[in-house]
């Protein structure tokens, strides 16, 4: 059980475009989810968390316009990097919160951003 | 600000020996902490939680401790195999939102 789903796993696209990643929980439901970004040989860094039918809350430092975040059921969110450039070329992890157990995070297995 | 710092950004052993990897979080007091595996190119594994009321877990071959005075959190991995090669990532609670705070993680090899 508490499985994630990410799709795509790898993504490259031209600057100036935008790109969707979905994440899903496949077999409980996540009121709450999380979006995370990771550099080579860094940690995990929250950009926002997405509650079910309200606005995502963004990390001082993301900007909200760029990264557009829609929680719009239990199982599903999705995260759209508008008008991409290549520093925003980045390994994207999302999370989900069991809504029973409420501790427990699980983790998708991650999308690959490249953006030439 | 809050800190979480893991004490060596890679840790060899041999393997049959137990892996000992530390977790120490400065200018807060979590309610909880979860350890989690992470391998290249992949999202990070659920390994185990423990809340500050519990001093120690275990899971299998995985024990967790958890000093809230020490502000300390061991991670044991008893019989280590090769298998047993990742990244290792301490994630205590604490994020306003309930999300988690990572450290940079301990790079765990063990040699055959």
């Known amino acids: ?116 | 600000s809050q800190k979480i710092e893991q004490n060596s950004e890679a840790l060899n052993i041999q393997e049959g020996k137990t892996a000992t990897l530390t977790c120490n979080y400065t200018n807060y007091s979590p309610a909880y902490l979860q350890w989690y595996r992470q391998d290249p190119g992949r999202g990070p594994v659920f390994l185990l939680l423990i809340r500050e009321n519990e001093k120690e877990k275990r899971k299998e071959r995985l024990k967790v401790t958890f000093d809230t005075t020490l502000k300390q959190s061991l991670f044991h991995i008893t019989a280590s195999q090769p298998a047993d090669s990742a990244t290792y990532l301490c994630a205590p609670s604490g994020g306003s939102q309930g999300n988690l705070i990572f450290g940079k993680g301990t790079k765990l090899s063990v040699k055959p």
């Not at chain 1, 968390?49 to 809350?57: L, Q, V």
């Not at chain 1, 430092?61 to 450039?85: C, Q, W, Y």
């Open chain 1, 1 to 116: 059980g508490a499985v994630v789903s990410q799709h795509p796993s790898r993504v490259i696209c031209k600057s100036g475009t935008s790109v969707k990643i979905e994440c899903r929980s496949l077999d409980f439901q996540a009121t709450t989810m999380f979006w995370y970004r990771q550099f080579p040989k860094q940690s995990l860094m929250l950009m926002a968390t997405s509650n079910e039918g309200s606005k995502a809350t963004y990390e001082q430092g993301v900007e909200k316009d760029k990264f557009l975040i829609n929680h719009a059921s239990l199982t599903l969110s999705t995260l759209t990097v508008t008008s991409a450039h290549p520093e925003d070329s980045s390994f994207y992890i999302c999370s989900a919160r069991d809504s029973r157990t409420v501790y427990e995070q699980y983790f998708g297995p991650g999308t690959r951003l490249t953006v030439t």
